[in-house]
């Protein structure tokens, strides 16, 4: 992949708590509309390393470098970030006394200053894409929890990111649910080409939307992977006997 393409690049980070080492010399780049699986077993460090890429945990050293620039992680900095770095979170953290309509159109209008009307356009337009157009005046508690975690992801799509981080999006929900949630991300892969890194246990969906697989352990990745192989020829016995133990 050539340097002009490429939207994110990590070097060297580091990461503790206290005295708990939990990401050594992480190192890797995403590209413009590629899709990175976050993969491994629990306490391996994904979550917090999807955190660090935009500010949400603060990391000891390394350097993130974000369209060409060097971040400097300052809480405006990151403020102005997380307008082109978007993230849903297993938690869907919507507003429960504001409509589905007015926590999508929140970031847009007061952080960017578009118009009401400019906004609801697109908000509009992404709740049809979800299929919630009819519960744009609802509030959080009359939905279920698939619906939520659908505008959470509509919420961070109206401010028009960059780069889309996904944290175990279905994590806390009902299997049922899952798979409506699952093909919204698998058709912001396919058809919208959507840069994204995505954390998941679920293999399936991995599968079908990675382009290239982080695969980490103790906070190091241990392979990086185009998605295909690491499915059917994954270069470390680590990598392997985690895809034996999985379900899929």
């Not at 352990?217 to 241990?222: A, T």
Request: charged share 25%.
């Amino acid at each position: 992949m050539q340097m002009a393409e490429q939207i994110l690049s990590v070097a060297h980070l580091e990461k503790s708590y206290q005295k708990r080492h939990v990401l050594h010399d992480i190192n890797f780049s995403i590209a413009k509309g590629e899709v990175v699986a976050l993969l491994g077993p629990s306490g391996s460090g994904k979550s917090t390393l999807i955190r660090c890429l935009n500010g949400l945990e603060e990391y000891q050293q390394g350097t993130l470098t974000f369209n060409g620039e060097e971040v400097t992680p300052t809480e405006k900095n990151w403020q102005q970030l997380r307008q082109k770095i978007g993230m849903v979170f297993q938690s869907y953290d919507l507003f429960p006394n504001l409509t589905v309509l007015d926590n999508i159109l929140l970031g847009p209008v007061k952080v960017q200053h578009q118009s009401r009307e400019e906004a609801k356009a697109t908000a509009e337009k992404l709740l049809d894409q979800v299929g919630l157009r009819e519960y744009e005046n609802s509030y959080p508690r009359q939905l279920s929890g698939g619906q939520k975690q659908r505008i959470a992801i509509v919420r961070a799509l109206a401010l028009n990111p960059e780069l889309m981080l996904f944290d175990e999006v279905t994590a806390s929900l009902d299997p049922e649910m899952v798979r409506g949630v699952l093909n919204i991300i698998t058709e912001l892969a396919q058809d919208s080409n959507m840069t994204m890194i995505v954390v998941t246990h679920e293999m399936n969906f991995a599968k079908q939307i990675a382009d290239r697989v982080l695969f980490l352990e103790d906070g190091k990745i241990l392979e990086q992977t185009p998605g295909k192989q690491f499915f059917e020829d994954p270069q470390t016995d680590r990598a392997k006997a985690f895809l034996e133990s999985m379900d899929f």
